[in-house]
């Protein structure tokens, strides 16, 4: 951390503590772990033209069965942050992997339903998506991803 005591001074290095030199290694490791497995996904969804959150937008429909979801918690379960989830449902309706009705209930409120088409090219993804996972992390016993999964949910908990 540097820090200036005045405009004309250079500026002082503080020394971290153990704990920081800790802590940012944790989160250099964390971020780098991630940045490598999100660009493998990437490099898999691509071959199938999808993007990694169009993926993900099919995966959370597909598990919301047929009555589909709400767009509001579609953009609320993304894993990540999409600031237009319209355009990204807009694409995916364009190539038949979803449909989306307004309710008859309340016009306000439009849900969005996986097709046949989503379904098929989704479990056409299910068995590269697994042998991805296990060229991932398949070295690292059940134990140990645990243990990391744990780990992470504590991190994430104090946000």
């Known amino acids: 951390m540097v820090r200036s005591t005045t405009?004309?001074?250079?500026?002082?290095?503080v020394?971290?503590?153990k704990k920081t030199k800790v802590q940012y290694q944790a989160y250099l490791s964390i971020v780098q772990a991630a940045?490598?497995?999100r660009r493998d996904f990437a490099e898999l969804f691509?071959?199938?033209d999808l993007s990694t959150p169009q993926y993900n937008v099919l995966r959370i429909l597909r598990g919301a069965g047929p009555d589909g979801l709400m767009c509001s918690d579609v953009s609320s379960r993304l894993l990540t942050h999409d600031s237009d989830v319209t355009r990204l449902l807009d694409r995916l309706?364009?190539?038949g992997l979803i449909e989306r009705a307004?309710?008859?209930e309340d016009r306000r409120v439009v849900r969005a339903h996986i097709t046949d088409v989503g379904l098929v090219l989704l479990a056409s993804l299910?068995?590269?998506v697994d042998a991805l996972h296990q060229r991932q992390?398949?070295?690292?016993?059940q134990a140990r991803l645990i243990e990391v999964s744990t780990l992470l949910t504590d991190v994430r908990k104090q946000r």
């Open 7 to 13: 405009a004309t001074e250079p500026p002082q290095l």
């Open 15 to 17: 020394p971290r503590t």
């Open 35 to 37: 940045e490598d497995m």
């Open 46 to 48: 691509r071959a199938y």
């Open 93 to 95: 309706d364009r190539r």
């Open 102 to 104: 307004r309710s008859t």
């Open 126 to 128: 299910d068995g590269p």
């Open 137 to 141: 992390l398949g070295h690292v016993s």
